[in-house]
């Protein structure tokens, strides 16, 4: 894949994340996929880890304001909205694995720590 399509394929899982779209999140993820929260806690079963997350936080959302990508890694900067969390709201660096086509793992690393 080239730098193009990482990227999209980066921008579509979070557009899916910003939709609630959890079979389309489900589709773009590997079999394998791990997501890595801000304190290095990896996760693997992420289709309840998202159910559950869009319960809780029905109108989280991320906002990029930066798209890079290196070797098969889009590296995203922005910022989350979240308005029944607070410590959700702020500066944020997300970084997307990509393997064929789909995602294997979705990092995220808050830029300004509650």
Same mark, same amino acid.
């Given at each position: 894949? $080239?730098?193009?399509?990482?990227?999209?394929?980066?921008?579509?899982?979070? #557009?899916?994340?910003?939709?609630? $779209?959890?079979?389309?999140?489900? #589709?773009?993820? /590997?079999?394998?996929? /791990?997501?890595?929260?801000? @304190? +290095?806690?990896?996760?693997?079963?992420?289709?309840?880890? &998202?159910? #559950?997350?869009? !319960?809780?936080?029905?109108?989280?959302?991320?906002?990029?304001? /930066? =798209?890079?990508?290196?070797?098969? =890694?889009?590296?995203?900067? +922005?910022?989350?909205?979240?308005?029944? #969390?607070? !410590?959700?709201?702020?500066?944020?660096? &997300?970084?997307?694995? =990509?393997?064929? +086509?789909?995602? @294997?793992? &979705?990092?995220?690393? &808050?830029?300004? !720590? !509650?």
């Amino acid at each position: 894949m $080239d730098s193009f399509d990482i990227m999209m394929v980066a921008l579509r899982f979070n #557009e899916k994340i910003n939709q609630r $779209d959890l079979e389309g999140l489900v #589709e773009l993820m /590997t079999d394998d996929h /791990t997501f890595i929260d801000d @304190s +290095g806690v990896s996760y693997r079963n992420m289709r309840e880890g &998202w159910r #559950e997350f869009f !319960k809780n936080y029905p109108d989280y959302r991320n906002i990029f304001t /930066t =798209v890079t990508v290196k070797d098969n =890694v889009a590296v995203m900067i +922005g910022y989350s909205t979240c308005s029944n #969390e607070p !410590k959700l709201n702020g500066p944020n660096m &997300w970084t997307a694995k =990509v393997h064929e +086509g789909h995602v @294997s793992e &979705w990092r995220v690393y &808050w830029l300004d !720590k !509650k």
